[in-house]
């Protein structure tokens, strides 16, 4: 058994999970993912990493189909349950995934994939039938998990992580941060992402603690958990904390205080995903007396540095490398830089992913020849500490801490009818990081930016979908007819309707 389940066993009864208004007890969960498991098996005694996508909103039965396809030897992909059809279909192709176990909510949406693409749609309720065979012996170089992350090709990549990777993920975090059991996170974030599944639901199950779910961000409820005093740890992006102050803001002056007493109990609040902005971390101080533990992680690597749980948390700044993560900052020629000086981040050690599925080529490009994962961020050592300067890329986008190609929405606004062109870009802003914004080059005279934007909500999630719009006879493009973005993005005020 792998190690995160084989050593739930000595916490047996706990509460490991808070869900729907429910516990659920250690003792519960490795149950539940024994008859995952054993339903999963079936006549086979090892599902041999075959790919077993769920589509299951963050609960205690996502949590119990997770472990129990790692418990039958499968790699667990988790789908986004705020994605349209095309986006589920692409990553159930690129998988080749046979099954897809889904929540009763989402059946009926999964169910035209069976004809159409011959893969079986399984529900929950017949996944979690009590049922006990053997289980196999996991090797921890096994594949575990793909998620699926946006990089500077246009379709999403699955990074690969084995249990060995995830282990080294959780386990520095569990550390660096002093997890123990005692402690009570409650998770906001959506379960697709390294964020939500690492560094809180599975920090917390490794250490005998209570993950509490609410299914989706909601800051009213979010408030109220903080004021019940249960919660020890929180952690979300830098877009939830800014939400969360603009709600307190308009609380009465005793409820505020409520609120802001409970808040200042917690031990520790982390902020991650994205650039926290130093007026938010000011702001969240002066309302909670909390200083966010500011930290940089990426999806290939998990978490790369971190400010300290004990010593300094400098504002804009991301500290120093978890302890067993290697890092340097070098030039464009590989060679390290010295301090104050920027330069692009890599990372080696045992919590770097295996490989983007089945994508060779992709992943060697990925590294040095040394061995040195390419972030592609780019950074400076100043005064002791790290802080994080940009990305190497104009067509990476961070919104509500997700990571968006430009490229990608480029390529499906290409398909409308309506579209000559298009160019797609970040522009800052304060509640979201970036806002996807897009200059469009119409076909004709007659194009309808509602009616583009409604089609491009049936292929793509709210997340990607452009929220500012320009239309424009030409792009700006450079002497080799490339599409100068940065000039495009200096223009946009001036020439935005
Ligand atoms: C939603 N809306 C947006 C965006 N998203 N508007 C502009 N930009 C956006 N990105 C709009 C919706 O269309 C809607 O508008 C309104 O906001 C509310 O939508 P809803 O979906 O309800 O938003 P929300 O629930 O308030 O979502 C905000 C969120 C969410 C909770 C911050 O974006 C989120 O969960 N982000 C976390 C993503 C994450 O976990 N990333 C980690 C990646 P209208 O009302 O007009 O319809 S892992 C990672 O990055 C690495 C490893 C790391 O370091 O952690
Ligand atoms: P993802 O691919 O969704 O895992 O996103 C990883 C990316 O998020 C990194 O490559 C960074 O660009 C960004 N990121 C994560 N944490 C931070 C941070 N604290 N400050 C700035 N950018 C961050």
């Known amino acids: 058994m792998i190690t995160l389940l084989k050593q739930s066993e000595s916490f047996k009864n706990r509460i490991a999970i808070v869900s729907k208004g429910k516990s659920f007890s250690y003792g519960q969960l490795l149950k539940t993912s024994k008859a995952v498991a054993a339903n999963l098996l079936r006549e086979t005694t090892d599902l041999n990493e075959a790919r077993v996508t769920f589509l299951i909103p963050p609960s205690f039965e996502y949590t119990a189909v997770q472990w129990g396809i790692w418990a039958a030897g499968g790699i667990a992909v988790p789908l986004c349950i705020l ?6 279909q692409y990553v159930l192709e690129d998988t080749q995934a046979r099954i897809v176990i889904a929540d009763a909510a989402y059946y009926d949406f999964l169910k035209p994939l069976e004809d159409h693409m011959g893969i079986s749609v399984i529900t929950l309720e017949s996944i979690l039938k009590e049922t006990i065979v053997p289980l196999p012996d996991i090797d921890s170089s096994r594949r575990a998990m793909i998620l699926y992350t ?17 282990e080294a993920q959780i386990t520095t975090l569990v550390n660096a941060w002093e997890w123990r059991k005692e402690d009570h996170i409650l998770n906001i974030l959506p379960l697709h992402h390294v964020h939500g599944i690492i560094n809180v639901l599975s920090c917390a199950l490794w250490s005998g603690a209570c993950c509490e779910f609410l299914p989706k961000f909601d800051a009213d409820k979010v408030w109220a958990t903080i004021a019940s005093e249960r919660l020890t740890l929180f952690m979300a992006v830098p877009t939830i904390y800014y939400k969360l102050i603009s709600f307190w803001e308009e609380l009465p002056a005793t409820t505020q205080e409520v609120y802001s007493r409970a808040a200042s109990q917690l031990r520790l609040m982390v902020s991650g995903s994205a650039a926290l902005p130093v ?23 998990g978490m790369g540095l971190s400010n300290s749980y004990r010593g300094e948390r400098r504002p804009g700044h991301v500290g120093l490398p978890l302890p067993g993560v290697e890092m340097r900052l070098v030039d464009s020629a590989n060679r390290p830089v010295p301090e104050n000086t920027p330069g692009e981040y890599q990372i080696k050690g045992l919590s770097v992913f295996k490989e983007y599925w089945q994508k060779p080529e992709a992943t060697k490009k990925a590294f040095t020849e040394d061995g040195w994962f390419i972030t592609g961020d780019i950074g400076m050592l100043s005064d002791g500490l790290y802080k994080i300067l940009g990305r190497d890329s104009v067509d990476i986008i961070k919104s509500g801490g997700y990571k968006i190609s430009a490229l990608e929405i480029e390529d499906v606004l290409r398909k409308h009818d309506m579209v000559a062109d298009c160019a797609v870009v970040g522009l800052p802003d304060e509640e979201w990081g970036e806002v996807v914004s897009v200059c469009l080059i119409p076909k004709s ?17 709210a997340y990607k979908i452009p929220r500012k719009y320009m239309l424009s006879a030409e792009l700006p493009r450079n002497v080799l007819g490339k599409v100068t973005k940065n000039e495009l993005k200096k223009r946009w005020p001036a020439i935005a309707p």
């Open 445 to 461: 005279k007659e194009l309808d930016v509602e009616e583009v934007s409604s089609w491009l909500k049936t292929q793509l999630p």
């Open 83 to 88: 994605h349209p059809l095309p986006s589920i």
């Open 150 to 166: 946006s990089g500077t090709t246009s379709k999403p990549k699955g990074v690969v992580t084995t249990h060995a990777t995830i």
């Open 279 to 301: 007026p938010v971390l000011e702001k969240w101080k002066e309302i909670t007396g909390q200083t966010l533990l500011e930290r940089y992680g990426m999806t290939e690597i």
